[in-house]
């Protein structure tokens, strides 16, 4: 097995701002396997939330220091509601090293959700600007500079059915992007219904959208990384009632949540050649969680 397989790849992975994230396993893991990595970081998001904000100057010497020799490391802070933010971030993450191979959107809005009872047109759409239109935005972008990039006929405006000009077949893939959802799919998420439903809407393009890269040689998979512990299941960090959690994971297969590396090391086989046959799937990591 190859030691480095994203060796001479760059990947961008926003959302990556807290050690305990899983946006930050992701950037280590990436680079441990060889990658040079841009990270996307909006630290006022997290200063809102229960478990706070983290020191990002540790978030950054903690994805270096699992770089191989030979690979860079970059970062910015952006707000992904904004799509001109999203346009420079593609730019500086492309600039660092003149290519753009990997993209994890892992951006995500937690809190000013609620019930259907409560639900709000401002909660709706601030789950959709950050969770699934930044995502599209991102993609769409990442997309238009990888065709760039190789030379590739500029994508013209498609009528339902339409199929864009290929230059397949591809001897291995152009790129890689990787798409969050959640368990929305497996159960009820009550009292997150925005959330909820800002990531199926994820999970249910995943294949059209994939299709459409594919002319283009990028390979997309969404990833459900089931219930992972962040910080919000930490007594310290908490912003619920803890008391079932015990009892709970005694009915669990592992009696454990999953942790931040289970992903990412799902994430880094999909994004290396070894995983690149697996496209357009919406991918469960959950440790049999939902077959309790």
Request: proline share 5%; glycine share 10%; aromatic share 6%.
């Amino acid at each position: 097995m190859q030691q480095h397989p994203l060796s001479g790849r760059t990947a961008l992975i926003t959302g990556a701002s807290r050690r305990k994230g899983i946006g930050y396993a992701t950037a280590r893991e990436l680079a441990r396997l060889g990658a040079s990595v841009f990270i996307h970081h909006f630290r006022p998001h997290d200063e809102d939330q229960p478990w706070g904000a983290d020191e990002l100057d540790a978030v950054r010497e903690g994805i270096r220091s699992a770089l191989v020799p030979g690979a860079v490391f970059g970062d910015l802070h952006a707000d992904l509601r904004d799509p001109a933010q999203i346009e420079t971030l593609l730019d500086a993450a492309a600039n660092l090293t003149g290519s753009l191979d990997i993209l994890v959107c892992n951006q995500a809005l937690s809190g000013g959700d609620g019930s259907i009872f409560d639900m709000t047109a401002d909660a709706l759409d601030a789950h959709w600007q950050t969770n699934a239109r930044a995502s599209m935005l991102l993609t769409a972008g990442f997309a238009r500079r990888l065709r760039a990039r190789l030379g590739q006929s500029d994508a013209t405006s498609a009528r339902p059915g339409d199929r864009l000009p290929s230059a397949r077949p591809f001897a291995k893939p152009t790129g890689h992007v990787i798409w969050m959802t959640s368990g929305q799919l497996d159960g009820p998420m009550r009292g997150e219904v925005a959330y909820a439903t800002s990531k199926a809407a994820l999970a249910g393009i995943t294949k059209t959208v994939a299709a459409e890269l594919l002319d283009a040689g990028i390979v997309l998979n969404t990833v459900n990384p089931g219930p992972v512990n962040t910080g919000y299941l930490d007594a310290d960090t908490t912003d619920r009632d803890l008391e079932w959690v015990p009892e709970f994971l005694a009915s669990t297969p592992f009696g454990r949540f999953g942790r931040p590396d289970d992903p990412a090391r799902l994430i880094g086989w999909l994004c290396s050649d070894a995983g690149s046959w697996v496209v357009g799937q919406v991918l469960t990591t959950d440790g049999g969680f939902t077959l309790r």
